[in-house]
Each structure stands twice: as C-alpha cells, then as structure tokens.
C-alpha cells in the first residue's frame, strides 16, 4: 500500500506560482508512475500531469508551458511546479500512484488532496 501525502497548496493571486510536494512512503518509489489530477466542486477529477517510472512527462493541453512535473527517487517526491496561474487552475490537486504489474493491471493509489486557490 502506497501513501500520499500532499503539500504546498495555498491562496496565490492570479499570474503567481504555486509547488506542489508529494511524499510517497511503503513502497518503491522508482518503480511508480505518478500524477496529479485536480477536481473542481461537480466537475469529474481530470489529469494535469504525469510522470512515468523512467521519467517521461504528459500534461493537459490547458497547462502546457506553465506547469512542470518533476520527481525526486531519492526523496521519494514528486512536484507539480505551477507558474502564471489562472482562475481556472483553482480546484483541489490529488497526487496519484499507479505501480504497472502488466500493461493493463495496476494498483492505483490516491493522497487526500491540497486545495489551490488562485485569485483574480
């Protein structure tokens, strides 16, 4: 069982930066993909970014060249560096875990959220 554990959400104005932090514990770091999904109150949770176990990086169209996905193997972290940020970007960030067994079988493993606010 993988734990998540998020930081770094906050009020921020619009235009300004947020970093994300999540720390993964009781597992192998190296061997997860993770990601960062946000939901917004009645909207369905949607993928902002993710990197894979051999660090290859996707993002959301609505992000690109203002977000950036890093991880750290040795700290176990992942990041979510968030840059001219917009009204839009407001809703709560999850970090997210998947550890592939097959191309099609994972286990998939969530932490409790961080809200991000960004004020216009």
């Known amino acids: 069982q993988v734990q998540l554990v998020e930081s770094g959400g906050g009020l921020v104005q619009a235009g300004g930066s947020l970093r994300l932090s999540c720390a993964a514990s009781?597992?192998?770091?190296?061997?997860?993909?993770m990601a960062w999904y946000r939901q917004a109150p009645g909207k369905e949770r949607e993928l902002v970014a993710g990197?894979?176990?051999?660090?290859?990086?996707g993002y959301t169209d609505s992000v690109k060249d203002r977000f950036l996905i890093s991880r750290d193997n040795i700290k176990k972290t992942v990041y979510l560096q968030m840059d001219s940020l917009k009204a839009e970007d407001t809703p709560i960030y999850y970090c997210?875990?998947?550890?592939?067994?097959?191309?099609?079988?994972?286990?998939?493993?969530w932490g409790q959220g961080t809200q991000v606010t960004v004020s216009s």
């Open positions: 997210n875990a998947k550890r592939y067994y097959t191309t099609t079988k994972y286990s998939n493993f």
């Open positions: 009781r597992y192998t770091f190296s061997d997860l993909n």
């Open positions: 990197i894979s176990s051999n660090g290859r990086t």
